[in-house]
């Protein structure tokens, strides 16, 4: 199947040599959803910035549904809808009016029908008279989701969309980004939050400092990556870990009351029941047992500083 | 051509200027009456007719390009300015436009609200000076001329500043001396002889002179130099605007 969006060895330097993009290369296919990590300064911006035309690479090719950004410049931006990481909206405009606008600008004639359809999606129905100015920093925020909707664009990139909202309005976000996907958009996104790769992305990559260390299925990631632990609670707090259960590596918390047994989930034998056992035999009697798997955030801060997952 | 984007940026612009239209409308013709009550009859009435024409008629040519040409640098310049300063300038880079159709749609609009300001201190002007217009079709070619070229040199100016302040330097450091001693309340040849060759360095001299002509028939230089004067600086700044979309200078990192 041919790629939505194809990046090729990207490279992005600026006067000063600074290197924003380290040759880059990616394919995304139609319909997924991709959360792009990275801490500040990574380079997710100026790849999302380069690919929409906002910034010129240095080096390297870029294909939207087969269009090359440069050559063939106006197909590629057409299928492409950016909702920018600040809220840059117009203030005296008219929500109505600056959605029209978009729509005209990538060189659709008014359709009120699409505009309503759009506004009513993302609840401005009612906000559609009110200046920019007057809407709250969330209602600002889906007028530019329904900026980059305008124009109907099968490529859609939310660039931290959701910093610096509201739990309620975060969770506003994922239902609508799984509506999009519903409707065949794809969807690229670059979050801090992995909370929200984790719930709404197929697959996840990985940036830092200029280079996509991997990009990799998300589920696939959190189960090659992941540790899964084991947190068995006791009834009684012990001392020390009994030496019945040394070859088991155990880990005791603070309180002395859980001890903390990690495996690999792809081993052939895990060790889950011999510890059981021994931990019976070793007269400790259990109040609950608990598993516990890495959330990718951990796999995230294990990628980007170097220590293994 | 992507005329449906031309057509959004023209319309965006122009909303902008009819949310403020009373104020669009109002001050100019406000200024106009002022010009007219302290230049054209408390001073002019002290001052001779030049060849034929009062005083107060022969400076209405030269207060509408005062006008004109101060309004299609602040309307163009703030026009791109905006976004930039906004950050919605980012819709524009990733839309499917390119240079060609920005310009038309900013420096159209800019040069539409001169126009109808020009139009507006023309009719104030009947008000108070009989007005007569020897060759009309001239002075609509000089007006638009006039107009669409002071937009394109507002909008080089608002790609260049970083701020509000550089946004008013270029216009109020050198496009309001350059008016001022380019003939707007006099007639060069009022001049000593070493002034009248120094002012005909002033680039302005050559659009009053051209737009009076169109009015009385009187110019300080012959209309051919006018003529070409403003089409010289009409390719002036189209070359510098295209230079700066290729470039992407300060518009693109």
Not at chain 1, 131 to 159: C, N, Q, T, W, Y
Not at chain 1, 269 to 287: E, F, K, P, S, Y
Request: glycine share 8%.
């Amino acid at each position: 199947m041919t790629p939505i969006l194809s990046i090729r060895d990207l490279r992005k330097s600026y006067a000063d040599g600074f290197e924003a993009l380290k040759g880059v290369s990616l394919d995304i296919e139609e319909g997924e959803i991709l959360a792009l990590l990275g801490p500040n300064g990574a380079g997710k911006t100026t790849l999302i910035s380069t690919v929409c035309g906002i910034t010129t690479p240095t080096s390297g090719s870029v294909t939207v549904g087969g269009h090359d950004i440069q050559t063939d410049f106006r197909a590629a931006r057409r299928m492409i809808g950016l909702v920018p990481q600040e809220i840059a909206l117009e203030p005296f405009e008219k929500v109505w009016n600056t959605v029209r606008f978009s729509r005209g600008l990538f060189g659709y004639g008014a359709d009120n029908t699409r505009i309503e359809e759009i506004l009513r999606k993302l609840s401005l129905w009612d906000k559609r008279k009110n200046a920019i100015k007057e809407l709250s920093g969330g209602m600002k925020r889906r007028v530019l989701i329904a900026k980059a909707l305008a124009h109907e664009p099968r490529v859609l990139f939310l660039d931290e969309p959701t910093a610096g909202v509201d739990v309620e309005l975060r969770k506003d976000m994922w239902e609508i980004v799984a509506e999009l996907k519903q409707a065949g958009v794809t969807i690229i996104l670059t979050t801090h939050y992995i909370e929200e790769a984790e719930a709404i992305a197929d697959r996840v990559g990985v940036i830092d400092k200029g280079e996509l260390l991997l990009v990799q299925d998300k589920n696939t990631l959190m189960a090659q990556m992941g540790k899964k632990q084991i947190e068995v609670m006791l009834t009684e707090p012990i001392q020390s870990i009994p030496k019945a259960l040394s070859e088991h590596n155990l880990t005791l918390n603070g309180n002395g009351d859980v001890l903390i047994y990690t495996y690999d989930i792809h081993a052939d034998r895990t060790g889950i029941t011999t510890l059981l056992n021994d931990v019976a035999q070793a007269g400790l009697v259990l109040r609950d047992v608990q598993t516990r798997q890495s959330s990718l955030e951990e796999i995230f801060v294990n990628l980007v500083s170097g220590a293994p997952a | 051509m992507n005329w449906s984007a031309v057509a959004a940026i023209y319309r965006f612009e122009m909303a902008r200027f009819f949310r403020t239209l009373a104020q669009s409308f109002l001050s100019p013709v406000l200024s106009t009456s002022l010009y007219f009550v302290v230049f054209g009859t408390a001073i002019g009435s002290r001052i001779q007719e030049i060849e034929g024409v009062s005083y107060g008629a022969f400076i209405v040519p030269g207060l509408i390009m005062l006008s004109v040409v101060m309004l299609s640098i602040s309307n163009a310049s703030f026009g791109i300015y905006f976004p930039k300063f906004l950050g919605t300038i980012y819709e524009l880079l990733s839309a499917p436009v390119n240079f060609i159709e920005i310009v038309i749609g900013y420096v159209g609009a800019a040069a539409t609200k001169a126009l109808f300001v020009g139009v507006v201190i023309l009719i104030t002007a009947t008000f108070f000076v009989d007005l007569r217009i020897e060759h009309p079709f001239a002075m609509v070619w000089f007006l638009v001329l006039t107009c669409l070229s002071f937009s394109l040199l507002g909008f080089i100016i608002g790609i260049w500043a970083s701020n509000f302040e550089q946004m008013s330097l270029v216009p109020q450091l050198v496009v309001t001396p350059l008016i001022f001693l380019g003939g707007t309340f006099y007639s060069i040849s009022m001049l000593p002889p070493v002034w009248q060759t120094i002012t005909l360095f002033n680039p302005v001299v050559y659009l009053i002179s051209g737009f009076r002509w169109s009015f009385y028939g009187l110019a300080d230089v012959p209309i051919g130099f006018s003529l070409l004067a403003i089409l010289v600086f009409t390719g002036i700044c189209l070359g510098i605007i295209g230079w700066i979309f290729k470039t992407g200078w300060r518009i693109r990192s």
